[in-house]
């Protein structure tokens, strides 16, 4: 999808870059993940613009996409801007497929805005809140991440000494098994560093432990659960290949029912370890959930 325009939206509070692929009629939003753009999805753009059209925004603070106005970088913001965005393509719903802080903002809309989301497709990850009340010693040191990133301004200013070096640590894995090639990694690179961005997604995650937590965990407790049919797909490898993924789904929906999912191969990135498999199942999805109207 890198070979397609990049666009802009001015919206209330950020200037929105996004891409688009196919014109079909029914609207397919990507929301990407952590340390990535909209490039993460080059691999499946081009298989689901068959028909369809497709819009990969980078979300607020991140790539091409402006700095908040407001200084926000909140779930609840950020679902916002896509919720506007596709308004301003002149589309009142959508599938929407997010992996990782994407999936995180996808969760977030599906619940502002249920009849904006025809159908959800959440890639590794379980809800917010479930990940909050669930940290021990072996899941803190896997996402020590996290934590670090929470102290926002600190963490961007130990990390844009070398960004290069920092996102090398996570993409290790994939940059020798070539799920991400050097092109790309180096695109992600030069994506965070801008310091003022690099500082943006780490408020995306302190966010996560103070507004976005007390939000989720308000809406649950009174009740909220998701309504659009969801497909949950995670690395068998990763950090969920153990846990019940679907269950845990299941207890954040209205009709269970309408939950469904696997792994797949491979770890984290599932967009670009597992193109292929994750293909199959989205459509296999789509076919059983009807179209827009």
Known sequence: MLDSTLDSVSLDDVELAYRVAGDGPRLVVLLHGWPQTNACWR???????????????????????????????????AAADVSGLIRHLGFERAVVIGHDRGARVAHRWALD????????????????????????????????????????????????????????????????????????????VAAFSDPARLRASFEDYRTGFSTDRERDEADHARGLRLRAPLLALWGQEGGLGGRDVVGIWKEHHADPSLVSGRAVPGGHYVPEEAPRETMRAIEAFLGGVGTAT
């Open 113 to 188: 805005h249920p009849m904006e989301v025809e159908a959800l497709v959440l890639l590794d990850i379980v809800p917010t809140r479930v990940v909050m009340d669930s940290f021990d010693r072996d899941s803190a040191s896997a996402m020590w991440h996290w934590f670090f990133h929470r102290n926002a301004d600190l963490a961007a200013r130990l990390v844009s000494g070398d960004v290069e070096a920092y996102l090398r640590h996570f993409f290790a894995g994939v940059l020798e098994s070539g799920a991400v090639e050097p092109e790309t990694f180096k695109h992600y």
């Open 43 to 77: 691999h499946l753009t081009g298989p689901l613009s068959s028909g369809r059209t497709v819009v990969a925004p980078d979300l607020r603070g991140y790539g091409a996409s402006g700095l908040a106005r407001s200084g926000a970088y909140d779930k609840r913001a």
